[in-house]
């Protein structure tokens, strides 16, 4: 029989904030580590929007030229974050 301690191993994501949730013209990214990172956004559906790169903790990317609607922002590293996009 195999054993089995008990513990199991506690992985810790990185943490991602976006604000607004619901803009007009921009969103913040708020993360918790520093390195460089690229990001898309994508239409709710799954359609690619756009990409760009991600420099410091946080960072705005600018949203206003966008239909109005829900995306998704994928960060590398992260879970994906939804947004709605208003006139």
Sequence with gaps: Y???SGFSKVVTLPTLQIYPTSTSDFINVKR???KE???NIY???GKFISAGKLTS???RIH???LPSGWYVLQVDGYRPE???KQK
């Design 2 to 4: 195999g054993e089995t």
């Design 37 to 39: 990172t690229n990001y």
């Design 63 to 65: 949203v206003s030229t």
């Design 57 to 59: 903790r946080t960072d």
């Design 32 to 34: 918790s580590a520093l």
């Design 82 to 84: 939804r947004f709605m």
């Design 43 to 45: 239409a709710i559906g």
